[in-house]
C-alpha cells in the first residue's frame, strides 16, 4: 500500500504562486506514477499533470506553461509548483498514486491522498 498526504494549498490573489507537496510513504513509491488532479465545487475530478516513475511528465491543457510537476525519490515527496494562479484554479487538489504509467484518468489510480485546498479569489 502507499500512503499520500498532500500539503501546501491556501489562498493566493491572482497571478500568484503556490507549491504542492505530496508526501508518500508505505510501499516504495519509486515504480509509481504520481498525479495531481482537483475538484472544483460541483464539478467533477479532473486531471491536472502526471509524472511517471522514469521521470516523463504531462499536463492537462489548463496546466501546460503554468504548472511544473517534480518528484524527489530522496524525499519521497512529489510537488506541483502552480505560478500565475487564476481563479479557475480554485479546487481541493488531490495527490494520487498509480501502476499504470502517465495514465490522466482517475479511475486508474487506486491511492489518494484527502486533499488539499487552494483558493484563487477573482
Known amino acids: 500500500q502507499v500512503q499520500l498526504v498532500e500539503s501546501g494549498g491556501g489562498l493566493v490573489q491572482a497571478g500568484g504562486s503556490l507549491r504542492l507537496s505530496c508526501a508518500t510513504s508505505?510501499?516504495?513509491?519509486?515504480?509509481?506514477?504520481m498525479g495531481w488532479f482537483r475538484q472544483a465545487p460541483g464539478k467533477e475530478r479532473e486531471f491536472v499533470a502526471v509524472?511517471?516513475?522514469?521521470?516523463?511528465?504531462y499536463y492537462a491543457d489548463s496546466a501546460k506553461g503554468r504548472f511544473t510537476i517534480s518528484r524527489s525519490s530522496a524525499e519521497r515527496t512529489v510537488y506541483l509548483q502552480m505560478n500565475n494562479l487564476k481563479p479557475e484554479d480554485t479546487a481541493v487538489y488531490y495527490c494520487a498514486a498509480s501502476r499504470l504509467d502517465g495514465s490522466p484518468s482517475s479511475v486508474d489510480y487506486p491511492y489518494w491522498g484527502q486533499g488539499t485546498q487552494v483558493t484563487v479569489p477573482s
Open positions: 508505505g510501499r516504495t513509491s519509486s515504480t509509481y506514477a
Open positions: 509524472i511517471s516513475w522514469s521521470g516523463r511528465t
